[in-house]
């Protein structure tokens, strides 16, 4: 399942609902959730290396986080504007 995040940090109620093979597309503040120190407790761990994630090169710029912050096996996206009536038709938005 696709999942949409754009609020940090991640709820615990909206983790355990997802499944491993999920995508999280992590938009806006929500790419604070892809950086390295984030995974300091184990239940976040254990959950996100189970999913894909992807991250909007954009909003870490905005950010100022560099590659070398961000967990292993991310994805950076160039632009989610290209894919976005595509994402509305086979995406469930999710909100946390």
Avoid: W
């Amino acid at each position: 399942m696709l999942h949409i995040v754009d609020d940090f940090p991640l709820e615990h109620s909206f983790l355990e609902n997802t499944h491993s093979g999920d995508t999280l597309i992590l938009k806006d503040n929500a790419v604070y959730a892809a950086k390295q120190e984030y995974l300091k407790e184990a239940f976040t761990k254990r959950t996100l290396t189970h999913l894909n994630l992807c991250v909007s090169k954009a909003d870490l710029l905005l950010r100022n986080i560099s590659n070398r912050e961000l967990i292993q096996g991310v994805a950076i996206v160039d632009s989610f504007d290209d894919y976005q009536s595509d994402l509305e038709t086979i995406a469930v938005r999710s909100c946390n």
